[in-house]
């Protein structure tokens, strides 16, 4: 079974950019969550979406926004890119939704975001 | 404010020695806690959970301890391996419709 795959692995913006990430759960994974890691905050929460409606969404600013399609793949976008905005951007997929941690998450290697 | 404290950046250990790895946390709803392995270039993998009604879970060479008192957990590896060499990130979560929430991560390095 494919694991997680996300595109692509490595980008480069500048400033005031945008910017697309794509996410491809595991076949059959209908929840798809996404996370920050820098080295100064560890991993943070962005959101989760299940049945293509996000159920959940991290303290991140409306700059981060998601979605998911009927297939389960899920995109995010981070408008207006900021020097801060650099790090790994990391896709998470379960079968179902998360439910305090107890559902496990299969993590895909990340997207590496530098903005210039 | 940082809900789940891993306090050591980094940690070096022998090869065939303990490696403990800490974990704090401040909010006591939480009550499932998790540690994930991650290595470069790739996404955290699952190693060892743990309940609140438990103050220990064993698998192999990982026991993960948590003092719900002390709102304090660790990760033991007995005995430790080159292969272990990578960081530990810490997460946990509430009851319900919550996200996990994760410490900063311990890089571990397990020198031959």
């Known amino acids: 079974k494919a694991g997680v795959t996300q595109t692509p692995r490595y980008l480069i913006k500048t400033r005031g950019q945008q910017v697309t990430l794509s996410c491809s759960p595991i076949?059959?994974?209908?929840?798809v969550s996404w996370y920050q890691q820098t080295p100064g905050q560890g991993l943070q929460f962005l959101f989760e979406?299940?049945?293509?409606?996000?159920?959940n969404k991290g303290n991140f600013p409306g700059r981060f926004s998601g979605r998911q399609f009927s297939n389960s793949r899920s995109e995010m976008n981070v408008s207006t890119l900021e020097l801060g905005d650099s790090a790994l951007y990391l896709c998470?997929?379960?079968?179902?939704?998360?439910?305090?941690?107890?559902?496990?998450?299969?993590f895909g290697p990340g997207t590496r975001l530098t903005v210039l | 404010d940082q809900q789940v404290k891993q306090n050591s950046p980094s940690l070096s250990v022998q090869e065939g020695r303990i490696s403990i790895l800490n974990c704090d946390y401040t909010?006591?709803?939480?009550?499932?806690f998790l540690w994930y392995k991650k290595y470069p270039a790739e996404g955290p993998t699952f190693l060892i959970s743990?309940?609140?009604?438990?103050d220990k879970n064993e698998d192999g060479r990982f026991t993960v301890f948590l003092n719900k008192s002390a709102k304090h957990l660790s990760l033991h590896i007995v005995p430790s391996q080159p292969g272990d060499s990578a960081v530990y990130f810490c997460?946990?979560?509430?009851?319900?419709?919550?996200?996990?929430?994760f410490g900063k991560g311990t890089r571990l390095s397990v020198i031959a």
């Open positions: 979406y299940f049945s293509e409606t996000q159920r």
């Open positions: 997460a946990a979560s509430a009851p319900g419709n919550t996200p996990l929430v």
């Open positions: 909010n006591s709803m939480f009550d499932y």
């Open positions: 998470a997929s379960s079968l179902v939704p998360l439910a305090g941690g107890i559902n496990e998450q299969f």
């Open positions: 743990i309940s609140s009604i438990k």
């Open positions: 076949s059959g994974h209908r929840s």
